[in-house]
């Protein structure tokens, strides 16, 4: 049967590489029941992007991977498109911070016309390094980041977001930076989150859970918006550095498998969830390709 417990099943944040398994990790994904599949933009190349034009050709290779995998497996693919936070860090000691800023923001904006044209469902990942930067880099960084919110805001996506760990205190700061440009906070995800968010902290914004097994039992409860993700790198130099692709449906068949109302709260981060922030149903595939 297709999906698990008669549900779609939705690994909300990962990455494909043409370098890597691509197609092959999806079939993965689809034959341990996976059915749609979140794909985040990626460089590609070894040095990071430093024209606008560069960054079209990245989100360009990753819309013929999603055509790729859809054509070869059947499993939904919508796109994630941004310049990815930490290229800015990157790029600074070549373009300069004011000159690498000014190319973040129009790469920002490109990603948000991809939304707009409905060639991508959000922009990500957007935020801030993980790591510490210095101060003029920081706050370039974080003026980016605002520039993400506001685009999010205008074409009416949701923001996916790259940033350390949060704490109650970060997720309650990440819903004030929302509402400051009017972007509703259903529409920030926290991708990566690894920890389950503080109760009451950050009203509805949304994590997006990595998928181990203790973090799944964990909010298996909640009644959401949340997702569960690999962040799946495919990356042949770094097997095993992340969750495989297959996680997901792997750790959803086996909880539908345990209990009928496991499958019930499934139903949050594979249906309602996708339905309350991005604005669609995913449906089941109707046959195999
Ligand atoms: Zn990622």
Redesign the pocket.
């Known amino acids: 049967m297709d999906g698990i417990a008669g549900l779609p099943v939705v690994d909300h944040?990962c990455?494909l590489s043409p370098a890597g398994e691509g197609v092959r990790a999806a079939r993965r994904f689809r034959s341990a029941g996976g059915t749609h599949l979140f794909l985040?933009t990626q460089n590609y190349d070894a040095e990071v992007p430093t024209t606008l034009d560069s960054y079209l050709r990245q989100f360009e290779t990753t819309e013929q991977l999603a055509r790729a995998v859809h054509e070869g497996t059947g499993v939904q693919v919508p796109l994630v498109v941004a310049p990815y936070p930490v290229d800015l860090v990157q790029a600074a000691p070549t373009l300069g911070v004011p000159g690498a800023l000014d190319l973040h923001l129009r790469a920002l904006d490109l990603a948000g016309r991809w939304v707009k044209e409905r060639r991508a469902v959000a922009l990500g990942?957007v935020g801030w390094p993980h790591f510490p930067v210095p101060s003029e880099v920081a706050a370039a960084c974080r003026s980016a980041f605002r520039h993400a919110l506001e685009v999010a805001r205008d074409v009416g996506c949701p923001a996916v977001v790259?940033s350390p760990d949060l704490d109650g205190a970060g997720w309650e700061q990440l819903e004030r930076e929302a509402g400051e440009v009017g972007l509703p906070s259903h529409h920030v995800v926290k991708?990566?989150a690894r920890s389950r968010r503080p109760s009451g902290a950050g009203g509805t914004t949304v994590p997006s859970y990595l998928a181990r097994r203790e973090l799944v039992n964990d909010v298996l409860t909640d009644p959401g918006p949340w997702f569960l993700e690999t962040?799946y790198l495919d990356d042949p130099k770094r097997p095993g550095a992340v969750l495989d692709l297959a996680t997901v449906p792997r750790r959803a068949a086996a909880l539908a498998r345990s209990s009928a109302s496991a499958a019930e709260h499934l139903a949050v981060p594979f249906l309602r969830s996708v339905e309350q922030v991005y604005g669609f149903t995913p449906e089941l595939p109707r046959e195999l390709p």
């Open positions: 944040h990455h985040a990942e790259h991708h990566y962040d």
